[in-house]
C-alpha cells in the first residue's frame, strides 16, 4: 500500500523554525518526483518546493527561497523540508506528495502528483 506520512509541524514564533519530514511505504522515493505544497484557511493549495528526482536541485517558491530547504534520505526514504526564518504568513497545513517521474523537469502543479500525505499543521505566532 502506498503511502506518505509528514511528521514536525507545530506552533513556533516568528523567526524560529521547523523540520517537516514526508517518509514514504509502500514504494522507494529516489524515483519519484516529490513536492511540498501548503494551503491556508480560505485558500487554495499552493507549490512551496518541489524535486525531480534525487539527483537535482530542488525548486522553490520565491516566497521561500533562501528560508526553506527541501532534502531527500534514501536510507530512510524520507524527505524533508527545512524551514527557517519562519514568517506569520507561513502558518498553513502542510503535505508532501509524489508522482512517478516520467519525464524531464519539475512538477509544480497539485494535478500533477498522485499520492498525498494528511498533511501537518504549521502554526507561526508570538
Known amino acids: 500500500q502506498v503511502q506518505l506520512v509528514e511528521s514536525g509541524g507545530g506552533l513556533v514564533q516568528p523567526g524560529g523554525s521547523l523540520r517537516l519530514s514526508c517518509t514514504a511505504s509502500?514504494?522507494?522515493?529516489?524515483?519519484?518526483?516529490i513536492g511540498w505544497f501548503r494551503q491556508a484557511p480560505g485558500k487554495e493549495r499552493e507549490g512551496v518546493s518541489c524535486s525531480s528526482s534525487s539527483r537535482s536541485s530542488p525548486l522553490y517558491d520565491d516566497s521561500v527561497k533562501g528560508r526553506f530547504t527541501m532534502s531527500r534520505d534514501s536510507a530512510n526514504n524520507t524527505v524533508y523540508l527545512q524551514m527557517n526564518s519562519l514568517k506569520p504568513e507561513d502558518t498553513a497545513v502542510y503535505y508532501c506528495?509524489?508522482?512517478?517521474?516520467?519525464?524531464?523537469?519539475?512538477?509544480?502543479?497539485?494535478?500533477?502528483?498522485?499520492?498525498w500525505g494528511q498533511g501537518t499543521q504549521v502554526t507561526v505566532s508570538s
Open positions: 506528495a509524489a508522482v512517478a517521474s516520467t519525464r524531464p523537469g519539475f512538477y509544480t502543479r497539485v494535478s500533477g502528483y498522485d499520492y
Open positions: 509502500g514504494f522507494t522515493l529516489d524515483s519519484y518526483a
